[in-house]
């Protein structure tokens, strides 16, 4: 099974919001990595099939996605961004809605709701109306509408905006239960959320795909180029605007911990620091600074 994004383009108008991007996507998790405006969610409206790109081709398995019309929507499960529910709907309604959608059998339906509703624990709210529910409750009822048909695809944008601790915990678990023998792609623009269930990732910058790998391939970039810094506060403040700065947290005993990059340690006593994908991140893009990407 592989989804195939050949030399894809889309303009709008004046903008180049995909700009020739070529990936393949096999089974597992990927994360599709890019800051706000890189062109994540158009690439992933063109293929989940709702918009067509002005250039290139989507392919399943060697076919154009579009020649396969309702073949595709059956293997496909999408969670937009923004995605209007209907609120008035109780949960319940609002599922068997989309099962019936779907082209999902009513036995089936009954089944499928029942155990995804038990999957992103929302079985008890079940009978409440959408529009009652906290924004993570929301989320995970998009979830869940986009696992109805067990897709052999799953797309979702920026699935965790919105999901406290807990619910990140058990969302990052199904996934990587699920993207055993799926393909699922999850855009975002904070890396640390992927960072624990992508095996592979894809990283977007104005419309371009600027790397693509697992993991553990992509951070050898920054191998050797991170380190840990204890400080006093004030000190480490100090640092900000020198060095490319991915974290710095405050340890229980008053110390600050300063975690950045640079080819060599720049400040006394650094101890190199394992790699990981926020680091390479802000490597490749440092005029995008942490705010973006954390
Ligand atoms: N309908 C449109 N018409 C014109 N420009 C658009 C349209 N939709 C998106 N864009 C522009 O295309 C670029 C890519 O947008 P897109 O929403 O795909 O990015 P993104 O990576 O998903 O960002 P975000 O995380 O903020 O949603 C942005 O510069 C955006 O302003």
């Given at each position: 099974m592989k989804?195939?994004?050949?030399?894809?383009?889309?303009?709008y108008?004046?903008?180049?919001?995909?700009?020739?991007?070529?990936?393949t996507?096999?089974?597992?998790?990927?994360?599709?990595?890019?800051?706000n405006?890189?062109?994540?969610?158009t690439?992933?409206?063109?293929i989940?099939?709702?918009?067509?790109?002005?250039?290139g081709?989507?392919?399943?398995d060697?076919?154009?996605?579009?020649?396969l019309?309702?073949?595709?929507?059956?293997?496909?499960g999408?969670l937009?961004q923004?995605?209007?529910?209907?609120?008035?709907?109780s949960?319940?309604?609002?599922?068997?809605?989309m099962?019936?959608?779907?082209?999902?059998?009513?036995?089936?339906?009954?089944?499928?709701?029942?155990?995804?509703?038990?999957?992103?624990s929302?079985?008890?709210?079940?009978k409440?109306?959408?529009v009652?529910?906290?924004?993570?409750?929301?989320?995970r009822v998009?979830?869940?509408?986009?696992?109805?048909?067990?897709?052999?695809?799953?797309i979702l944008?920026?699935?965790t905006?919105?999901?406290?601790?807990?619910?990140?915990m058990r969302?990052?678990?199904?996934?990587?239960?699920?993207?055993r023998n799926?393909?699922?792609?999850?855009s975002?623009?904070i890396?640390?959320?992927?960072?624990?269930?992508?095996?592979?990732?894809?990283i977007?910058?104005d419309g371009?795909?600027?790397?693509v790998?697992?993991?553990?391939e992509?951070?050898k970039?920054v191998?050797?180029?991170?380190?840990?810094?204890?400080?006093?506060?004030?000190?480490a403040?100090?640092?900000?605007?020198k060095?490319p700065v991915?974290?710095i947290?405050?340890?229980e005993?008053?110390?600050?911990?300063?975690?950045?990059?640079?080819?060599?340690?720049?400040i006394?006593?650094?101890?190199?620091a394992d790699?990981?994908?926020?680091?390479?991140?802000?490597?490749?893009?440092?005029?995008?600074?942490?705010?973006e990407?954390?």
């Amino acid at each position: 099974m592989k989804l195939e994004i050949c030399d894809v383009s889309k303009q709008y108008k004046d903008k180049c919001a995909v700009d020739h991007a070529n990936l393949t996507l096999t089974p597992g998790v990927w994360g599709l990595l890019g800051a706000n405006g890189a062109g994540k969610t158009t690439l992933m409206r063109m293929i989940a099939g709702i918009m067509k790109p002005t250039g290139g081709e989507i392919r399943y398995d060697g076919i154009e996605i579009d020649t396969l019309g309702e073949k595709y929507r059956d293997i496909f499960g999408y969670l937009p961004q923004e995605f209007g529910f209907y609120p008035g709907f109780s949960v319940q309604d609002y599922l068997e809605y989309m099962a019936a959608l779907k082209g999902i059998g009513k036995k089936e339906t009954k089944e499928k709701i029942q155990e995804l509703l038990e999957i992103v624990s929302l079985t008890d709210v079940r009978k409440k109306k959408i529009v009652k529910l906290s924004g993570g409750m929301k989320r995970r009822v998009g979830i869940a509408q986009a696992l109805l048909n067990d897709p052999k695809v799953l797309i979702l944008d920026e699935p965790t905006s919105g999901l406290d601790p807990g619910e990140r915990m058990r969302f990052r678990n199904l996934l990587s239960e699920f993207g055993r023998n799926r393909i699922v792609l999850i855009s975002t623009h904070i890396v640390s959320d992927v960072e624990y269930i992508a095996t592979c990732n894809a990283i977007m910058k104005d419309g371009k795909i600027a790397a693509v790998g697992e993991t553990e391939e992509l951070v050898k970039e920054v191998e050797g180029k991170v380190w840990n810094a204890v400080l006093d506060m004030a000190e480490a403040m100090t640092y900000e605007t020198k060095v490319p700065v991915v974290n710095i947290y405050n340890r229980e005993d008053g110390k600050t911990v300063l975690r950045y990059l640079a080819e060599r340690p720049v400040i006394s006593g650094s101890e190199p620091a394992d790699a990981r994908m926020e680091d390479l991140y802000l490597w490749m893009f440092p005029e995008q600074g942490k705010e973006e990407v954390r």
